[in-house]
Nanobody, 124 residues
Framework: QVELVESGGGLVQPGGSLRLSCVAS????????VGWFRQEPGKEREFVAA????????RYADAAQGRFVISRAGTGSTVYLQMNRLKAGDTAAYYC?????????????????WGQGTQVTVAS
């Protein structure tokens, strides 16, 4: 069992930056791959980025490539999503999720554990 808690969301102007945090608790929390997803009201949840449990590989959605960076703290239980050059289109609720697989998965249904989400709003 893994519990995930996100933080770091808020209101930011276009072009600004935010860093989201995802803290995983549980005895084996650092053994899971972690992904970030986002969801706008009325739309499907979409993949943003993922990192392996050993942090040796990452994967990004096209919309995040070059602007967002996913990383993992030394102990492996905290995963960050650094978001730069934010746009209005990045406005959404952001969720982190954990998967026991070794692959970097992009479908929400491949993740067993989810946090409660943190809202990111990009507006001037």
């Amino acid at each position: 069992q893994v519990e995930l808690v996100e933080s770091g969301g808020g209101l930011v102007q276009p072009g600004g930056s935010l860093r989201l945090s995802c803290v995983a608790s549980g005895r084996t929390a650092n053994r899971y791959a972690v992904g970030w997803f986002r969801q706008e009201p009325g739309k499907e949840r979409e993949f943003v980025a993922a990192i392996t449990r050993s942090a040796d590989r990452t994967r990004y959605a096209d919309a995040a490539q070059g602007r967002f960076v996913i990383s993992r703290a030394g102990t492996g239980s905290t995963v960050y999503l650094q978001m730069n050059r934010l746009k209005a289109g990045d406005t959404a609720a952001y969720y982190c999720a954990a998967s026991s697989g070794i692959a970097l998965l992009t479908r929400p249904r491949d993740y067993a554990y989810w946090g409660q989400g943190t809202q990111v709003t990009v507006a001037s």
